[in-house]
């Protein structure tokens, strides 16, 4: 497992949390619902409906136990559930701090999606560092999941990162863009443009 290199980091900030502190201090330190499939949403992009209870009391250990057993409680809850559920405990005065989100996401959550890469696209960890962590912000973003036609691109990265196809892994990820084009989801075709360009900056 390789650590986040300065590019790979700040592209991940950028498209999570705005860039840095200002923005997430302003926005982001409450719980925030972003849209579509997602949950309730803490920290540096921790959507809690997708991690088990005890993953996110070990992530959020620090809050007070009221507010650790709302956290807890958004597991499993996405989509409108996750609205809903965000909607009712915006204002239950949990805050994550900008220090706190950026020390759960460089000893927890990078872990976290960069073992999950690694394990969806074996040989990840042979790519140059800015590549790696493209695909691991990718991961991130999307999920290690390889199944249907929205993950088609996934699989053939999955074949070329073996071959370090840099050009190749940068076309499929701007291919993925099809899945959001038109639909109002202009950050998720810039992220994939970022992410393919850091890859090629590897050639």
Same mark, same amino acid.
Request: proline share 4%; net charge positive; with cysteine.
């Given at each position: 497992?390789?650590?986040?290199?300065?590019?790979?980091?700040?592209?991940?900030?950028?498209?999570?949390?705005?860039?840095?502190?200002?923005?997430?201090?302003?926005?982001?330190?409450?719980?925030?619902?972003?849209?579509?499939?997602?949950?309730?949403?803490?920290?540096?992009?921790?959507?809690?409906?997708?991690?088990?209870?005890?993953?996110?009391?070990?992530?959020?250990?620090?809050?007070?136990?009221?507010?650790?057993?709302?956290?807890?409680?958004?597991?499993?809850?996405?989509?409108?559930?996750?609205?809903?559920?965000?909607?009712?405990?915006?204002?239950?005065?949990?805050?994550?701090?900008?220090?706190?989100? %950026?020390?759960?996401?460089?000893?927890?959550?990078? $872990?976290?999606? !960069? @073992? =999950?890469?690694? /394990?969806?696209?074996?040989? +990840?960890?042979?790519?140059?560092?800015?590549?790696?962590?493209?695909?691991?912000? %990718?991961?991130?973003?999307?999920?290690?999941?390889? $199944?249907?036609? !929205? @993950? =088609?691109?996934? /699989?053939?990265?999955?074949? +070329?990162?073996?071959?370090?196809?840099?050009?190749?892994?940068?076309?499929?990820?701007?291919?993925?863009?099809?899945?959001?084009?038109?639909?109002?989801?202009?950050? =998720?075709?810039? /992220?994939?443009?970022?992410?393919?360009?850091?890859?090629?900056?590897?050639?």
């Amino acid at each position: 497992m390789k650590k986040p290199s300065t590019k790979a980091l700040d592209l991940i900030l950028k498209y999570e949390v705005g860039g840095g502190k200002p923005y997430y201090e302003k926005f982001l330190a409450k719980p925030t619902w972003p849209g579509g499939a997602s949950g309730l949403t803490l920290g540096i992009g921790i959507d809690c409906g997708y991690y088990t209870p005890a993953e996110l009391e070990k992530i959020f250990h620090f809050l007070p136990k009221k507010q650790l057993d709302i956290v807890k409680g958004a597991s499993g809850k996405k989509g409108q559930a996750g609205k809903e559920y965000t909607n009712q405990h915006k204002n239950s005065g949990i805050v994550v701090t900008w220090d706190q989100a %950026l020390d759960i996401f460089n000893n927890l959550i990078w $872990t976290k999606f !960069s @073992r =999950l890469a690694e /394990r969806a696209f074996p040989g +990840l960890d042979q790519l140059c560092d800015d590549a790696y962590g493209a695909i691991v912000s %990718l991961v991130f973003n999307r999920g290690s999941s390889m $199944t249907g036609d !929205s @993950r =088609l691109e996934m /699989r053939n990265i999955r074949d +070329l990162v073996p071959k370090k196809n840099y050009k190749g892994i940068a076309k499929e990820l701007r291919k993925m863009k099809r899945i959001w084009q038109g639909k109002g989801l202009d950050g =998720l075709l810039e /992220r994939r443009e970022a992410e393919a360009r850091l890859v090629e900056s590897c050639v």
